[in-house]
């Protein structure tokens, strides 16, 4: 079982910008993929970015393509999700989420391990 530790969410303006992390703890992380989702406010959980632990292969849901980044530092096992331009509708609470594959899924059931959820919140 991989534990999972998001931090970095907060209340920023439309237009601004915010750094997730998400740290990594237990078993070897070292061949599989680490994701981001979120949910917001009456929706259902939706994929926002995955990252193969490689390095060698991410994704971007359409919604965030050119606006977010993810990355990967091995030697601390950490994932980042640098988020620039946010817009009211990213407003979600973003999950960190561990996955045995490593060509970066993107379906949530695929993931087998998740952090608790850190709160963004982006006024207009």
């Known amino acids: 079982q991989v534990q999972l530790v998001e931090s970095g969410g907060g209340l920023v303006q439309a237009g601004g910008s915010l750094r997730l992390s998400c740290a990594a703890s237990?078993?070897?992380?070292?061949?599989?993929?680490m994701g981001w989702f979120r949910q917001g406010p009456g929706k259902e959980r939706e994929f926002v970015a995955c990252?193969?632990?490689?390095?060698?292969?991410?994704r971007y849901a359409d919604s965030v393509k050119g606006r977010f980044t993810i990355s990967v530092d091995n030697a601390k096992n950490t994932v980042g999700l640098q988020m620039n331009n946010l817009k009211p509708e990213d407003t979600a609470v973003y999950y960190c989420a561990h996955s045995m594959n490593f060509y970066c899924p993107t379906n949530s059931n695929i993931f087998g391990s998740w952090g608790q959820g850190t709160q963004v919140t982006v006024s207009s």
């Open positions: 990252i193969s632990m490689s390095g060698a292969r991410t």
């Open positions: 237990g078993r070897s992380i070292s061949v599989s993929s």
